[in-house]
């Protein structure tokens, strides 16, 4: 499929907005100290804000956003459920990392999510797996899909595909391919846990790094679980070889940093075909009170639509390899650290430039140029800024979390 002349035929749908997003917000409640919160979430608040769930524990609140197109709709919605939940939780906090406060000393204190017998049953089978702490790691998850206009735009510009949704899946494995990839990037400009408090649960380096979360020190399956993204049949077989084997105790269990979805259960992907990719990989940003700003899902966007430029090769299987041995690379260096991926983080800015100029988009061309600035200068990061900060000091680092939890900053949205 020549990507690249369907998306330029359809530059005049490609914009900031071509690309429609829901997001997903983890993150512990905490006390006035930084304690994890030994209260149960309100009841009241539950059903006064449907956006708000509980992850694995009690204590982790889920802030799911519908679907928005463009970026700024959906940080919208995201911030005022934030400002929501916040107001019900108080005196309580939003722990602002990815990294959870000091958890207690028996793991057996951190409370399960009072939900109904099918899902305690489910996270009391996490909980043996993996362990209670290694639940308690946050992040944001992206649900993202081309909009119906774009979509139907490329698909009418191509004659491979004769059926419309044997195009998506192909589009959307695309993206997912490459993302899987080059997701080292994301993992580089805004992998932000550097470190992690006592009873964690983690082996953590001696040194700060950029992102335990990312790295194989953080939430991931346990070895021998491998998903293809080759196809979406082999996608589908091997998710379900990986259940019934006994690796995963149910589809939802795989934690791989794309999912491909479907909006009903995983019975229905093969069927009807992919609606969607969920992108579980980023941080969250600890200055941005709604874990992420307007900037990290403007260059996400453009990013996005970069993966569907850019050609795969025909090793899918060792393209994802590659693209997993490259983002631990990442994850576990320094903060301060040129990446050892520069020469391919540079072609890349390159190629963006490149798409940029061929969509005639210059807030495209601005992403390409802070990306390239910020791999010649890491101090641009969020993990660095977090080092500066902190100086590797787990005091200094929660003092700085509790201050930004107690007072933060909302993007300008209106």
């Known amino acids: 499929m020549e990507w690249q002349r369907l998306l330029t035929k359809n530059a005049a749908l490609i914009d900031a907005q071509a690309i429609q997003i829901g997001l997903e917000r983890e993150g512990q409640r ?17 059903s006064k804000l449907p956006g708000l769930q509980r992850d694995f524990a009690e204590t982790q609140l889920e802030l799911v956003t519908p679907p ?22 108080s005196p309580e906090l939003i722990w602002p990392l990815s990294m959870p406060p000091r958890l207690p000393q ?5 409370p399960i999510a009072k939900l109904d017998t099918n899902a305690v049953a489910y996270r009391q089978q996490l909980a043996r797996r993996y362990g209670r702490r290694r639940q308690m790691l946050s992040g944001l998850h992206c649900n993202i899909s081309i909009t119906t206009g774009l979509m139907k735009g490329l698909y009418d510009a191509q004659t491979d595909c004769h059926e419309f949704t044997t195009f998506k899946n192909r589009c959307y494995l695309h993206i997912a391919q490459n993302y899987l990839h080059y997701r080292w990037l994301l993992t580089y400009l805004y992998g932000c846990s550097p470190q992690c408090w006592p009873q964690s649960g983690l082996t953590a ?8 979360r990312n790295s194989a020190h953080g939430y991931t399956n346990l070895p021998g679980v491998t998903v293809s993204y080759a196809s979406l049949e082999r996608y589908c077989q091997t998710l379900r070889a990986a259940v019934e084997s006994g690796q995963l105790s149910a589809t939802k269990e795989f934690y791989g940093q794309v999912r491909l979805r479907h909006a009903g259960d995983h019975s229905h992907l093969r069927q009807d075909g992919i609606q969607y990719l969920e992108l579980r990989n980023l941080d969250l940003n600890p200055w941005a009170a709604a874990g992420i700003n307007l900037s990290q899902l403007t260059c996400l966007t453009w990013f ?8 795969v090769p025909t090793s899918v299987d060792s393209w994802v390899e590659a693209g997993q041995r490259a983002n631990e690379q990442v994850a576990i260096e320094a903060p301060m650290q040129v990446p050892r991926q520069l020469t391919e983080g540079k072609q890349l800015a390159e190629a963006l430039q490149t798409m940029a100029t061929s969509l005639r988009q210059p807030s495209a061309s601005q992403v390409a140029q802070y990306i390239l600035t910020s791999l010649h200068d890491p101090a641009n990061t969020l993990a660095a800024r977090w080092e500066q900060q902190t100086n590797g000091s787990l005091e200094r680092a929660t003092q700085l979390a509790l201050q930004l939890a ?3 900053q909302f993007d300008a949205l209106t």
């Open 30 to 46: 905490v006390t006035s100290t930084g304690r994890l919160a030994e209260t149960t979430l309100s009841p009241v608040l539950i």
């Open 68 to 89: 928005q197109v463009g970026s700024q709709a959906v940080l919208r919605a995201l911030t005022l459920l934030t400002q929501q939940v916040r107001q019900g939780l």
């Open 106 to 110: 028996n793991e057996q204190d951190i």
């Open 205 to 212: 380096p001696s040194q700060p790094v950029r992102s335990l």
């Open 304 to 311: 996005v639509l970069l993966m569907l430029w850019l050609p």
């Open 406 to 408: 107690t007072t933060p």
